[in-house]
């Protein structure tokens, strides 16, 4: 092949039959083993039949990971068709037949299939996927069929997915793996049955299942259990790097009672990377309450942790997070990918144990409302949240002085007492680039200029790039004078925007981290 040629399918990738569209049409039968009849077109100077064969696995495989799922279980059959070279190289690839998946409903013509597929795959890893199609009517037969089809090559499994099938199905799939090792297994996901409605408990939730219970999967690191009770799974695979664990039942426990399920979770799995708990979501559109934490819960730390999703009742997370210190985890985000409220009732517990030290972005929250409900005091209204404000503001000093790589900085809904809580910001987070203020009050544009003043004429202290003031208009919110609106247009990135939203907000974990917010269906439909 030409170098120019070969650079080109290096560097851009095609569709593979896009390139076949390259070769000439000239056609010549060619036989299979695949149940299906092809005329392949070859010409011994054609681009795609001279690529080597590094090159070959460059375009196959960049083709191959931007496919769908059926795609995904197709192509193989569909790079060996193109071309007599191609084929060559895919039957030699058995990484390209490890792949083994049962999506279709018809379970016969896939058995056919893979059981060709699984003699080419040779030594290769198999990833192997069993969904719920097969099992429409709760077919044993076919579930055993299944099994025994993969049973004899479990210690070539790298991956091991059963999603959704039905209880009796999971059962007879998890009892086959109680006496038998998988020594080259790292990926296990088990989700079980879906509940028919939202509020009843899934079918799976008191099932237990042991796989290797009796045997070895040593190099297990990557775990997903969903609607299936999580106990065993912790402490029987502890080297897990991963561990994801949805429609965890947190229903009617108290917070004291969640908080120790967590730690039971964590204390076992020490080298554990990332953690994402996910709550029955038939608690997710309960009304917030936020009562007082309780200062006598245990604590524990977990020096290895980097990643730590809680999509809990916001009454359940706040006491999880004050309990835990995690000196690696860099930023916390929700569901839809959106940065974690951080309750002021937290901030004592940031301020005495500085639990998040590695921490690169924050977002506190407090009950501001911006409406006057009682008399004016020292400058800030005397609303509903001055009690809550009081006794936890004074700590976001020394919270802050927790965070010595903390790069964005967001208050939602806080009061600054006349701008006495706003000093601080002048002496602590040295690396502070981002600082965001949404329907705040109890401050002035002037008071935080003053701040971003000081921090430019401190020694070390990064100068702020980025300021973004959320409001309504309201004579409440923050007091925007006009000398201080022209200083920050000429020192920063600067807006005041009267929309208050955080679908559309620019953050830094949009921006810098690349995390960007998961927009619900009816955000879109609203356009939000």
Same mark, same amino acid.
């Given at each position: 092949?030409? =170098?120019?040629?070969?650079?080109?399918?290096?560097? *851009? =990738?095609?569709? &593979?039959?896009?390139?076949?569209?390259?070769?000439?049409?000239?056609?010549?039968?060619?036989?299979?083993?695949?149940?299906?009849?092809?005329?392949?077109?070859?010409?011994?100077?054609?681009?795609?039949?001279?690529?080597?064969?590094?090159?070959? /696995?460059?375009?196959?495989?960049?083709?191959?990971?931007?496919?769908?799922?059926?795609?995904?279980?197709?192509?193989?059959?569909? +790079?060996?068709?193109?071309?007599?070279?191609?084929?060559?190289?895919?039957?030699?690839?058995?990484?390209?037949?490890?792949?083994?998946?049962?999506?279709?409903?018809?379970?016969h013509p896939a058995m056919r299939k893979y059981s060709v597929w699984l003699e080419r795959a040779r030594d290769s890893p198999l990833d192997i996927f069993i969904g719920p199609h097969p099992f429409k009517n709760t077919s044993v037969k076919h579930a055993k069929a299944i099994m025994r089809l993969i049973m004899p090559h479990v210690s070539r499994w790298r991956s091991f997915r059963v999603d959704r099938v039905p209880k009796k199905i999971s059962r007879l799939i998890f009892d086959r793996l109680r006496d038998v090792s998988a020594p080259m297994l790292e990926v296990l996901k088990v989700e079980g049955e879906r509940a028919r409605r939202s509020w009843q408990?899934?079918?799976?939730?008191?099932?237990?299942?042991?796989?290797?219970?009796?045997? *070895?999967?040593?190099? /297990?690191?990557?775990?997903?259990?969903?609607?299936?009770?999580?106990?065993?799974?912790?402490?029987?695979?502890?080297?897990?790097?991963?561990?994801?664990?949805?429609?965890?039942?947190?229903?009617?426990?108290?917070?004291?009672?969640?908080?120790?399920?967590?730690?039971?979770?964590?204390?076992?799995?020490?080298?554990?990377?990332?953690?994402?708990?996910?709550?029955?979501?038939? &608690? @997710?559109?309960?009304?917030?309450?936020?009562?007082?934490?309780?200062?006598?819960?245990?604590?524990?730390?977990?020096?290895?942790?980097?990643?730590?999703? %809680?999509?809990?009742?916001?009454?359940?997370?706040?006491?999880?997070?004050?309990?835990?210190?995690? =000196?690696?985890?860099?930023?916390?985000?929700?569901? &839809?990918?959106?940065?974690?409220?951080?309750?002021?009732?937290?901030?004592?517990?940031?301020?005495? @144990? !500085?639990?998040?030290?590695?921490?690169?972005?924050?977002?506190?929250?407090?009950?501001?409302?911006?409406?006057?409900?009682?008399?004016?005091?020292?400058?800030?209204?005397?609303?509903?949240?001055? !009690?809550?404000?009081?006794?936890?503001?004074? !700590?976001?000093?020394? +919270?802050?002085?927790?965070?010595? /790589?903390?790069?964005?900085?967001?208050?939602?809904?806080?009061?600054?007492?006349?701008?006495?809580?706003?000093?601080?910001?002048?002496?602590?987070?040295?690396?502070?680039? #981002?600082?965001?203020?949404?329907?705040?009050?109890?401050?002035?544009?002037?008071?935080?200029?003053?701040?971003?003043?000081?921090?430019?004429?401190?020694?070390?202290?990064?100068?702020?790039?980025?300021?973004?003031?959320?409001?309504?208009?309201?004579?409440?919110?923050?007091?925007?004078?006009?000398?201080?609106?022209? #200083?920050?247009?000429?020192?920063?990135?600067?807006?005041?925007?009267?929309?208050?939203?955080?679908?559309?907000?620019?953050?830094?974990?949009?921006?810098?981290?690349?995390?960007?917010?998961? %927009?619900?269906?009816?955000?879109?439909?609203?356009?939000?």
């Open positions: 092949a030409k =170098p120019n040629s070969a650079s080109a399918l290096v560097s *851009e =990738p095609v569709r &593979l039959m896009d390139a076949i569209g390259a070769l000439s049409h000239e056609d010549s039968p060619m036989s299979t083993s695949d149940d299906t009849a092809f005329n392949v077109q070859t010409r011994p100077d054609s681009m795609l039949s001279n690529v080597p064969y590094d090159i070959f /696995l460059l375009i196959a495989f960049s083709c191959w990971n931007d496919g769908t799922d059926k795609y995904h279980s197709n192509f193989p059959i569909t +790079a060996s068709h193109v071309c007599r070279t191609w084929r060559r190289y895919a039957l030699d690839t058995g990484a390209f037949w490890a792949i083994i998946e049962f999506r279709q409903a018809r379970i408990e899934p079918p799976t939730a008191r099932c237990k299942l042991k796989p290797f219970v009796h045997g *070895e999967a040593s190099n /297990l690191t990557e775990l997903t259990v969903a609607d299936f009770p999580h106990d065993y799974f912790v402490t029987r695979f502890t080297g897990l790097q991963v561990l994801r664990l949805t429609n965890f039942d947190f229903g009617g426990a108290k917070p004291v009672e969640n908080v120790k399920a967590i730690h039971r979770i964590l204390v076992p799995l020490p080298n554990l990377h990332v953690l994402q708990i996910d709550g029955d979501r038939s &608690l @997710y559109g309960s009304h917030p309450v936020y009562p007082e934490l309780d200062r006598s819960l245990p604590r524990i730390s977990h020096p290895s942790l980097t990643e730590l999703r %809680i999509y809990l009742r916001d009454a359940d997370r706040d006491a999880i997070l004050s309990s835990l210190n995690l =000196p690696r985890v860099r930023y916390f985000i929700s569901q &839809l990918q959106l940065e974690t409220i951080f309750r002021l009732h937290l901030l004592p517990y940031l301020s005495e @144990y !500085h639990p998040f030290s590695n921490l690169v972005s924050l977002r506190l929250a407090g009950r501001y409302s911006g409406r006057a409900t009682g008399n004016v005091i020292d400058g800030h209204w005397n609303n509903a949240s001055n !009690h809550w404000n009081e006794v936890n503001m004074p !700590h976001l000093e020394g +919270a802050l002085s927790g965070l010595p /790589l903390l790069k964005a900085l967001t208050f939602e809904q806080v009061d600054f007492g006349g701008g006495k809580w706003l000093t601080c910001l002048g002496t602590t987070c040295p690396c502070l680039q #981002w600082l965001a203020f949404s329907q705040c009050g109890g401050c002035t544009l002037e008071q935080i200029r003053v701040i971003v003043e000081t921090r430019q004429e401190t020694h070390h202290f990064n100068p702020l790039v980025r300021l973004v003031i959320e409001q309504w208009s309201s004579s409440n919110f923050i007091e925007i004078d006009e000398g201080s609106d022209e #200083w920050f247009k000429r020192s920063v990135r600067y807006e005041v925007t009267t929309s208050v939203g955080n679908f559309k907000r620019e953050t830094y974990l949009s921006t810098v981290e690349g995390i960007k917010p998961m %927009i619900p269906r009816y955000s879109r439909l609203m356009g939000l």
